[in-house]
């Protein structure tokens, strides 16, 4: 069975960091790309970033809100990706989520959807 | 940038009966990177519809994705009592994933 066990939320300070991992199993992790998102208490869904797979570079794609102090990173060894936020602000409060990007044929496009969900972890960013 | 408007805010039906959503993009969009997801309460998103139609594996065949250029349309033909959720929509081009504000169904 696939699963995505997250790790590492809690109450923080702003301007404090805070580490998020996601623990995987059940698929061979150094095939996909991993993303993550976030949902602000009562609020919709926000795509957070991503990091490919090696074949892919490692590259990572970030959100504007975030980039320049989330960093996601990925540990093929152990089969965990981890969001690190630095700088954090009240408004990055809410549920973080980590997900595995699945690889799928649309009419020859190759896209890849967030196909399997992390079971979400609350970050909490408060004086 | 991309912005999708879904509609309408909430959906109030009942078990059996037909629902439809929509999504449309602030421009025209490729069907290919449109997709559906549903959110029950209290837990974490589900994929449901890539590519605009395809159902995800597992998905049950009442979930119907459809549209293109800048309107789509996730339609449920009977309504079960575990599809009274949130429904949101996603679109992603160039590595930049927006949504969509969501529907929520409710009996």
């Known amino acids: 069975e696939v699963q995505l066990m997250q790790s590492g939320g809690g109450l923080v300070q702003p301007g404090r960091s805070l580490r998020l991992s996601c623990t995987t199993s059940g698929f061979t992790f150094e095939d996909y790309a991993m993303s993550w998102f976030r949902q602000a208490p009562g609020k919709g869904l926000e795509w957070v970033g991503l990091?490919?797979?090696?074949?892919?570079?490692?590259?990572?794609e970030y959100a504007a809100s975030v980039r320049g102090r989330f960093l996601i990173s990925r540990d093929d060894s152990k089969s965990i990706a981890y969001l690190q936020m630095n700088t954090l602000k009240t408004e990055d409060t809410g549920v973080y989520y980590c997900t595995r990007d699945g690889y799928y044929d649309s009419n020859g496009y190759p896209t890849f959807w967030a196909d399997v969900w992390g079971q979400g972890t609350m970050v909490t960013v408060s004086s | 940038e991309i912005v999708l408007t879904q509609s309408p805010g909430t959906l109030s039906l009942s078990p059996g009966e037909r629902a439809t959503l929509s999504c449309r993009a602030s421009?025209?969009?490729?069907?290919?990177?449109l997709g559906w997801f549903q959110q029950r309460p209290g837990q974490p998103p589900r994929f449901l519809i890539y590519g605009a139609s395809s159902r995800a594996p597992g998905i049950p065949d009442r979930f119907r994705g459809s549209g293109s250029g800048t309107d789509f349309t996730l339609t449920i033909t009977s309504l079960e009592p575990e599809d009274f959720a949130v429904y949101y929509c996603q679109h992603y081009i160039s590595s930049r994933l927006t949504f969509g504000g969501g529907t929520k169904v409710e009996i």
């Open positions: 990091i490919r797979s090696k074949p892919y570079g490692e590259t990572k």
């Open positions: 421009q025209t969009v490729n069907s290919n990177f």
